[in-house]
């Protein structure tokens, strides 16, 4: 049995005004809406960025305050913030904090202060982001993954200040992320509740857990990159940088290595790729099975999956890198872990469809959500084999096939699944009902209008036609058609973009008008249903703390009266 | 049941997108024929799980939707059918995984008679450098770079004097000839990059990167810049002309070699040009050869 915190109210610091309840708040559903918010107004920036991006793709040359220059600052900054500031802000600062303690049935976070200054510093990396945009020359231009030399060396938007802000936000986030994440391991290492084994832990709980565990050991190669990057801007040095022209002039760098750099960037960058997807696919896993009335479909194999496939992630940073012109000779390693990681995802993709099989399903909107990320990562992950196969990615490489495989795997798979979470949780959050209309049409929108933006690419990609272009110019092989394509996954893009503001009506409307919701709408086992108030009060149990006695996928157990059993129920 | 049939009609869409979209690879102009067969093992096994594992998807949101009295099954797992799913799931990995690594087995082994060229990138343009009739190209640096010698040989190395320069001109190779790309960038990242001969690769400063091909028809392509490279990326474009060897042979006898330049080159521009050679080193790089 694990170790429990006692039951005991006192040592949680009861916020004693407003400010403390609400502001500097250590009480981790608060930190937790504090994140999800923050995340969200920054991700609508980037959001706003891509559309512009589209505008130019789609209709070059009508927008003529669209250069070149800020083309190429939209470009990275849509990228860095949604994959850091959005994407994993959102899932482990934003759900991981809101679900750690509740799922596990703990109070709070071990660390309740550590936790909150975690969000303040998130919010003041988000600040300096921003301060990017207002900098002399604008923001950084270098694309997300900031390469060197160019990231720092003239004939890139923002080489000067731009880039600086840039890496001085990604140093303050890693330090917010550390605090956070230290807590999320903690807490469900030291505060479960009696009973809480790690085998019953909800696959949420998994995910987020195996997530922070890999950010604490991935993030720190990112820090260092940026740290060494602005030693190389400000102070001389030469970590990435060799003897090289710049503009016509010898630079006085020397002897510097940009694929360092690359090796170092990978290094958290494809860890980070499943930090975001594997709370996506703890989440996921428990809206199927709650909303198909059935078990999760092989909930050790599942488990072990998502350990596999944290721990192979450090294996395959470099297939980012087959034709960057690293020893030609890595490319055997790194395909052939790459391709193995596939087989403990695709057992995740099986386990999904086989707890639809043989359910009871109920298509509320949280489970459309997730039904159209099964297709969606089946799409993304399938595309993701061919840029792993190292020669098939020789030519697909910097092409609009990789910005269709990433966007569909990582990008359009998890906010599918943060879609389908929040509205799945927001009547525990709020304790109110959203509109299931307005949900569904949101829902209809979001999906159909990804696919018909990404499939597409794919096949501009493997003709060829390159990604981060401002324009396509005269090109012998790239015929007319494509300019028609691309106008109309840029009309597909607006009306996805326009679609959004269908979700916040709904959620800002229900927030004040919703009706009331039941404690446990949808009927599920796990305990964050469970509390005695809906919202949950500061403290989350009242005062005895939850005893555990099964796991949480009991449903449809044949003899049980109703189609669940919740965790706390004794075994008979 | 609009998700069971909208999974079964996008299914169906893709297929018929995929059979019926003006978009698919440009007709091949080199050997790497093997890439392009890789590519489509693994279409085909890809194309093959998405249909299925969708299709199942859709048919299990029919059969088992929810309706008065209907019940899940309750079943935590089952060992045998998550085995065979896995013993499957790693065959189909292994069979594409099997062409691609061998069409990289030949991607990373330069024939031996493989000509030599070398593709110098900068912001915003590309040049080219032959290795003249002793098959070397002499050593280089962006430390030896003056008005007169862009390209930045090193004047002292011998080896050098008999380099053909394509300075922003177009690179003519000889069809049927394997040839060995030697990349260099003078700036920053770049990547050679022609879609008809599906190859490419990175120009990274500071280290030499190549890759190598046979051109397998004659006609003029594209080279695009395929690593973002700054503000003019999209604009960094060249030609490469395959022609018969006879017409490769002619168009390189008008190239100018090194040794001219340095013979025209003014007396002062000389002197700088071998100011920067700084006469008592050891030439720098040898690594071209």
């Known amino acids: 049995m694990a170790t429990t915190l006692a039951d005991d109210l006192r040592p949680l610091h009861h916020p004693h005004s407003w400010v403390t309840r609400y502001v500097w708040s250590q009480d981790h559903k608060v930190i937790a809406i504090q994140y999800s918010v923050t995340a969200i107004s920054i991700g609508l920036v980037a959001l706003t960025l891509s559309a512009l991006m589209r505008l130019q793709l789609g209709f070059p040359g009508v927008f003529p305050a669209i250069q070149p220059d800020n083309y190429l600052q939209f470009v990275s900054m849509h990228g860095m913030i949604m994959v850091v500031y959005l994407l994993t802000a959102l899932l482990l600062g934003g ?224 297939h980012h890198m087959y034709v960057s012109g690293m020893n030609p000779y890595f490319g055997f390693f790194f395909a052939t872990s790459t391709l193995i990681i596939a087989i403990p995802t695709a057992i995740k993709v099986y386990n999904w469809l086989l707890t639809l099989w043989r359910g009871d399903i109920h298509l509320r909107v949280p489970m459309l959500f997730a039904i159209a990320f099964i297709f969606t990562f089946i799409h993304g992950g399938l595309s993701g084999l061919f840029l792993g196969n190292v020669s098939v990615d020789v030519p697909l490489s910097d092409t609009f096939f990789v910005v269709a495989h990433f966007h569909m795997v990582m990008g359009v798979s998890p906010v599918l699944v943060i879609f389908g979470a929040i509205y799945h949780w927001y009547p525990k959050i709020t304790g109110r009902m959203w509109n299931e209309t307005l949900g569904k049409l949101h829902f209809w929108i979001t999906f159909l209008g990804a696919y018909a933006i990404f499939l597409p690419m794919h096949y501009l990609g493997i003709l060829g036609v390159p990604r981060r272009y401002y324009a396509l110019g005269e090109t012998g092989f790239i015929p007319e058609s494509v300019h028609l394509a691309n106008e109309w996954i840029s009309i597909a893009a607006l009306i996805v973009f326009a679609g959004q503001s269908l979700f916040f009506v709904n959620m800002i409307w229900s927030l004040f008008k919703g009706p009331r919701a039941d404690p446990n709408p949808w009927g599920a086992a796990s305990l964050e249903w469970l509390t005695p108030q809906t919202p949950p009060a500061h403290g989350n149990w009242g005062a005895k703390l939850p005893v555990v006695y099964r796991w949480a996928y009991d449903y449809s157990v044949p003899g049980a009266p109703r189609d669940f059993i919740p965790q706390t129920e004794p075994r008979a | 049941m609009p998700i069971a049939v909208a999974i079964t009609v996008l299914v169906v869409a893709s297929v018929a997108f995929h059979l019926f979209s003006p978009w698919w690879r440009t007709p091949i102009a080199s050997n790497w024929g093997s890439i392009d067969s890789a590519l489509d093992v693994t279409l085909w096994i890809c194309a093959a799980a998405f249909i299925l594992l969708n299709l199942f998807m859709a048919w299990a949101l029919v059969r088992y939707r929810h309706r008065p009295g209907h019940r899940a099954h309750y079943e935590p797992e089952n060992a045998s059918l998550e085995k065979r799913l896995t013993v499957w799931t790693a065959i189909g990995i292994a069979g594409m995984l099997a062409p691609g690594l061998a069409a990289w087995g030949k991607y990373v082994s330069v024939p031996k008679e493989a000509a030599l060229v070398e593709a110098v990138g900068q912001q915003w343009n590309w040049s080219f450098r032959y290795p003249g009739p002793d098959g070397v190209l002499g050593a280089a640096s962006v430390k030896y770079i003056t008005p007169d010698n862009q390209l930045g040989l090193d004047p002292l190395d011998p080896f050098g004097r008999d380099d053909l320069l394509v300075e922003s001109g177009d690179l003519h190779l000889p069809v049927g000839k394997p040839v060995k790309v030697v990349l260099r960038s003078k700036d920053v990242l770049h990547d050679f990059y022609v879609p008809e001969f599906r190859a490419k690769m990175d120009l990274v400063p500071g280290i030499v990167t190549y890759f190598w091909l046979t051109p397998t028809r004659t006609g003029t392509f594209d080279i695009l810049c ?44 000389m002197s700088i040009l071998l100011l920067k050679a700084n006469a008592c080193t050891v030439p720098a790089s040898w690594s071209n050869r």
Not at chain 1, 100 to 113: C, K, N, T, Y
């Open chain 2, 226 to 269: 395929a690593e973002l490279c700054g503000t003019g990326h999209h604009e960094m474009r060249g030609k490469v002309v395959i022609e018969p060897p006879k017409d490769f042979a002619k168009w390189q006898s008008e190239q100018t070699s090194f040794s001219q330049i340095l013979a025209e080159a003014p007396p002062a521009a």
């Open chain 1, 95 to 318: 759900f991981g904090n809101y679900l750690i303690p509740l799922m596990i049935g703990a109070r709070d976070m071990v660390f309740p202060f550590v936790n909150m200054l975690s969000f303040w510093f998130y919010l003041l990396s988000v600040i300096v982001l921003v301060v990017g945009f207002f900098v002399p020359g604008g923001p950084t231009g270098a694309g997300w993954t900031l390469y060197p030399p160019q990231a720092i060396s003239e004939g890139t938007p923002g080489h000067q200040w731009g880039i600086a802000t840039m890496l001085v936000s990604l140093a303050i986030f890693v330090v917010a992320f550390t605090m956070g994440g230290l807590n999320y391991v903690t807490t469900v290492l030291q505060a479960r509740t009696r009973g809480m084994t790690l085998m019953r832990m909800p696959l949420s709980v998994w995910g987020i857990f195996t997530a922070s565990v890999m950010g604490l050991l991935a993030f720190p190669a990112l820090f260092v990159a940026a740290i060494m990057m602005l030693f190389d801007h400000f102070a001389g040095t030469s970590f990435f940088m060799p003897m090289m022209q710049s503009m016509g002039r010898v630079t006085p760098t020397e002897g510097g290595s940009p694929l360092l750099f690359q090796h170092l960037f990978w290094f958290f960058g494809h860890p980070e790729v499943y930090i975001v997807a594997l709370p996506a696919f703890g989440i996921v896993s428990d809206l199927i099975s709650v909303h198909a009335r059935r078990n999760i479909f092989g909930y050790r194999m599942m488990v072990w999956a998502i350990t596999i496939i944290g721990a192979l992630s450090f294996l395959v940073w470099a």
